[in-house]
């Protein structure tokens, strides 16, 4: 039981560029969640997924995509990076009953926009 | 507008006991959780409390006021490994977590 996984670990890009991130998750989970971390901020919510097929905003949207085309797989996707989503990414994910459910992370993607 | 407000820092000794308060508004309430997060890690689950009261797990405890919108996180007999940050979050009435800032423990020897 791998848990969450996020793929890559680390990247660096260049102003301008577009890459995806990769979550999966081997528990059946039905919510899962794209968060980013900032020094001295919390978790900021970027989208998230209640099911396959379905994505929802949450607080910091803008210049992120997301797609939940498998359950066990919810992407995230800069289509032109700029140096303000230099941050951590973090995908987390829990069971379909939310009430008091434990979120479960992945172990975060290191980010940096040149 | 939601606010969880948590201390920046703090700063215990091995053995001793510590306290992390944690205050919140926000648009409804279904419950707070507390996570422990090492440096570069990932947060990990410590705690959850949706009734007044306290929940208590081996070293660590977790107390609710719902009415205060207060909780805290109570740590004993503090050991290095305990050096973090805690991050306080209160689920909303749309199920989505509202996250603190984080406070960084230091434990000194």
């Known amino acids: 039981n791998a848990g969450v996984t996020q793929t890559p670990k680390f990247r660096v890009l260049k102003t301008g560029q577009s890459m995806t991130l990769l979550c999966a998750q081997d528990?059946?989970?039905?919510?899962m969640y794209w968060y980013r971390q900032d020094p001295g901020m919390g978790l900021r919510l970027i989208h998230y997924?209640?099911?396959?097929?379905?994505?929802a905003k949450g607080e910091v949207p803008d210049g992120y995509n997301v797609s939940r085309l498998k359950k066990q797989n919810f992407l995230l996707g800069l289509e032109s990076a700029a140096p303000s989503q230099t941050s951590v990414y973090f995908c987390a994910s829990i069971p379909g009953d939310v009430g008091g459910a434990e979120q479960f992370f992945g172990p975060g993607t290191r980010l940096t926009v040149l | 507008g939601q606010n969880i407000d948590q201390p920046t820092e703090m700063t215990a000794t091995e053995g001793a006991i510590v306290q992390i308060n944690c205050t919140y508004q926000t648009s409804g309430f279904n419950g707070l959780f507390w996570y422990q997060q090492h440096a570069g890690e990932a947060p990990t689950f410590l705690s959850y409390n949706v009734l007044d009261g306290l929940e208590e797990k081996g070293r660590f405890s977790s107390f609710l006021s719902r009415s205060k919108g207060y909780s805290y996180l109570l740590l004993k007999e503090l050991q290095m490994k305990d050096s973090a940050s805690y991050l306080c979050a209160v689920m909303d009435s749309n199920y989505q977590l509202i996250w603190g800032a984080g406070t960084k423990l230091i434990i000194k020897p």
């Open positions: 997924s209640v099911g396959e097929g379905t994505t």
């Open positions: 528990m059946n989970h039905e919510y």
